[in-house]
């Protein structure tokens, strides 16, 4: 078999839907290997005898109601002669599957955090490491003792050939020995968090960290030898059979490998983040990245893809952009650049990367020892700003896209304009009522808008004067004030946000509270201050739409689908009398309502729907009518849901419903309404009661003494698309925040690290994002305890892709202060 020495790709499989976060080398069948992704699978891949050289899918499983994270394979037994796959997940769980069936032959619970890391030994013991800061060991489905003693969490364990012997590498940067289920050594050297670790033999192994170094350890404590080519964090690591040479991934978009103690060759992808790898057993190296592929390499030419494949993998390496900030190259001053001429010089080593200016764009090259050349590995850009968009004109105006909608089979064929900048929700709603077609459509239409403009997401730059949370002018109920953009519901009423409506640019400006508007905000303003307007954020944020005429005029004229609540440009609340009457019509008899609850609950809407109303003082009746009334049945409650939203705000009915007596009951029945298979309109709306049960004393005493199950059922929404509900979720993590920062609750303050850590994984809008981070920030902020537990959790790394963005520039300043926080 013929070797060139160097490794090229072998195949490339697209087998996943999102990042490829675990692999390993399968006993079973023969040339095997295991991933795991968080798209919620771990999938068997199989060498096929195709002319690609590529794999075939053998096996998919499914089990964990969250992120998979880690895989790891438990050796043959008796009664499992063909081993066993054990995944570890978001969900804290520990699955165990079978080659047999798709589901979980059994799912090991115990830890409370995600499960990161896994590792198997002999007698089908099994070592997990998990973000609760613990390790712990199984055995024949039963924990059989917890590893204690790292202050952050476990990131990487393995298990050593000598009986008994076992490794956790921590993100309080320290590797632990343990024996017995004692730590019997502690190994210290690394400067960030330890992220993998690797066996060399019974007496040596590898550990690799944020802190872009490799270190080889003697298990007596001596580190002897430290390895530096990586230009970011590394996570993962194999070795080879020889027990020397070794391959490593990273967050540089890398794989490297490694032979007699130097990198010996550098693989870039098309990938920021090349999260593992592992080595099969004919020598070539599987790798997974957060583009969902899975890339096998080899250094056997008679595996290696097709002249056209390989060209074609260079070609869409050539095409990838790099941001300088998480590259290795450097400060760039495009004026001091050479010119292509640059590249008629030989490289020094391989993996060499090299700038050229090619008129106003910088390109990066990487020098291959085994072709003698030059290779372009993508354009380096500015930042996530740079952006490029093909507009439509439809009736005289842009769009970024003009859809071609057929609702009636037979029927004419109709133009649907929209602008990724809008909510789809709100173009459906519109698109209806311009052509005159059911509202029974806004669902389909909607849906068809999301689903042709995934991934798209491009926003208007931030108006001057713009509440961070809202995108725009500040809130103020009853306000007459008439200046664009102020005084309006900035999240349903109407005078809403409009890009491109915000204040004369030409104006002044400066940095005012992002909070609450009142002044001129500008990033450029913010880098001439010290001054951290983000966080810590204490004060209550709510959702106050309350605009009582629309709500009891004439927008009850029309019958909306209930997603259309969903709107975040409009809120269609149907609570008036006559829509109430409409529901109770409907409603099961024991539900039903009588004329004077009706009556009752319309007096109850005006009196908390502002400030200056004048209607009369609230009646205890009234309070328990609404109570009575929230219980209708769930396809029909959302309207009084927006009713309880509003009134919780009200002291008199914040204190009857959160109060002692009742406050219980009212968290459960909005807990039963967020559960993760019911409605989304009834999810969105009773987290925003939630948040706005905070507006109050005894709401806030109600919270706080519910919070880990409040924030437990919370946080299974992040998974639900919805980035109305994301907002929602992330508005209630930043209330708890806000409660929590004076208080030294160190293990409230770690749920909320936890819950806004998870949904960032998740969270796709970008103010939901905003609001998740100014989470961080008040939880960190003054609190040197909880800025390590943040740092054992990895927030620094999993935020970093933010501090980049500038549409809307809140985010990237308010992560850059996080970043700073956590130095």
């Not at 001129?520 to 010290?530: E, M």
């Not at 920030?777 to 040197?784: C, E, F, L, M």
């Not at 390590?788 to 970093?800: E, H």
């Amino acid at each position: 078999m013929a070797s060139s020495n160097s490794y090229k790709l072998r195949c490339s499989i697209p087998g996943h839907e999102m990042d490829v976060r675990g692999l390993a080398t399968a006993v079973f069948p023969e040339g095997a290997f295991v991933s795991v992704s968080r798209d919620r699978t771990g999938r068997v891949w199989v060498p096929n005898s195709s002319p690609d050289r590529g794999f075939t899918e053998m096996h998919c499983m499914s089990g964990h109601s969250n992120f998979v994270s880690c895989v790891c394979i438990i050796a043959p037994s008796e009664t499992y002669p063909r081993g066993l796959i054990a995944t570890g997940g978001n969900d804290n769980n520990i699955c165990v599957f079978t080659l047999d069936q798709p589901q979980p032959l059994f799912t090991l619970k115990g830890h409370k955090n995600t499960v990161c890391t896994l590792s198997s030994g002999k007698f089908g013991t099994l070592l997990s490491g998990s973000w609760d800061t613990t390790a712990k060991v199984w055995l024949n489905e039963k924990c059989m003792m917890t590893l204690q003693g790292h202050s952050a969490a476990v990131w990487a364990v393995i298990i050593l050939p000598e009986q008994g012997l076992m490794l956790s590498g921590s993100a309080d940067k320290t590797i632990k020995l343990w024996k017995a289920g004692r730590c019997e050594k502690t190994f210290t050297g690394h400067e960030d968090c330890v992220r993998g670790l690797a066996v060399i033999s019974n007496t040596e192994f590898f550990s690799c960290s944020n802190d872009t170094s490799i270190r080889r350890w003697l298990v007596t404590g001596e580190c002897v030898q430290v390895y530096y080519s990586h230009t970011n964090f590394i996570y993962s690591l194999a070795v080879f059979p020889n027990g020397q040479d070794f391959v490593s991934t990273g967050e540089d978009r890398t794989l490297r490998i490694w032979r007699n103690g130097e990198c010996s060759q550098t693989i870039r992808l098309p990938a920021q983040s090349v999260w593992c790898c592992c080595i099969l057993p004919n020598g070539d190296i599987a790798v997974g990245a957060s583009d969902g592929i899975i890339r096998v390499f080899t250094e056997s030419e008679d595996r290696m893809a097709s002249v056209e494949d390989l060209q074609a993998f260079e070609d869409e390496l050539s095409k990838a952009t790099i941001d300088p900030k998480t590259g290795d190259l450097g400060d760039i001053k495009v004026e001091d650049l050479p010119g292509r001429e640059h590249l008629n010089e030989p490289g020094n080593r391989d993996g060499q990367t090299r700038l050229i200016k090619d008129g106003q764009k910088v390109e990066a090259y990487q020098w291959s020892v085994s072709d003698g050349r030059w290779m372009k590995i993508g354009d380096v850009v500015g930042g996530s700003n740079q952006q490029t968009s093909k507009s439509v004109m439809y009736e005289g105006k842009e769009y970024d896209y003009v859809f071609t909608i057929d609702v009636n089979e037979g029927g004419p064929s109709m133009k649907l304009p929209y602008n990724v900048s809008e909510d789809p929700w709100l173009t459906a709603h519109n698109f209806l009522q311009k052509n005159d077609l059911s509202p029974m459509f806004l669902d389909q239409v909607a849906n068809f808008i999301i689903e042709n403009t995934k991934g798209h997401v491009v926003g208007p730059a931030q108006p001057a004067g713009g509440d961070p949370f809202t995108g725009g002018a500040r809130y103020i109920p009853g306000s007459a004030d008439d200046r664009p953009g102020f005084g309006a519901d900035p999240f349903t009423g109407s005078g809403r946000y409009i890009p491109g409506s915000g204040p004369n640019p030409g104006a002044s400006v400066g940095v005012a509270d992002p909070f609450t508007g009142g002044g001129a905000y500008s990033s450029a303003a913010l880098r001439r201050t010290t001054t951290n307007i983000y966080f810590p954020k204490t004060d209550g944020v709510t959702f106050e739409q309350a605009n009582a005429s629309q709500i009891i005029g004439s927008v009850f004229q029309n019958v909306f689908s209930p997603a259309s609540l969903l709107c975040l440009g409009q809120s269609f609340v149907l609570s008036s009398a006559a829509k109430l009457k409409e529901l109770n019509g409907g409603a099961p008899q024991e539900h039903r309502l009588s004329e004077e609850i009706l009556e009752n609950l319309e007096s109850l809407l005006l009196s908390v729907s502002g400030p200056n109303s004048s209607e009369p003082p609230l009646t205890i009746q009234q309070i328990n009518l609404l109570w009575k009334a929230s219980h209708w049945p769930d396809d029909i409650v959302f309207p009084v849901l927006d009713i309880m939203r509003l009134a919780v705000r009200h002291p008199q009915v914040n204190e009857t419903l959160c109060g002692e007596a009742e406050g219980v009951q009212l968290c459960n029945h909005l807990l039963s309404l967020m559960r993760p298979e019911g409605r989304p309109a009834n999810q969105m709306l009773a987290l925003r009661t939630l948040c706005n049960c905070f507006s109050g004393r005894h709401g806030r005493a109600l919270l706080m003494a519910q919070r880990e199950t409040v924030l437990s059922r919370a946080a299974d929404l992040a998974t639900v698309c919805n980035k109305n509900i994301h907002v929602a979720l992330a508005t209630l993590v930043l209330n708890y925040a806000g409660c929590l920062h004076s208080q030294p609750d160190l293990e409230a303050k770690a749920q909320c690290l936890s819950v806004a850590s998870r949904a960032l994984e998740t969270v796709q809008d970008r103010e939901a994002v905003f609001r998740l981070l100014v989470a961080l920030g008040t939880t960190v902020a003054s609190d040197q305890t909880a800025k390590d537990l943040a740092r054992s959790l990895g927030v620094n790394s999993q935020i970093s892709k933010y501090s980049s963005v500038s549409d809307p520039a809140k985010v990237g300043e308010c992560c850059q202060l996080i970043l700073k926080e956590l130095q």
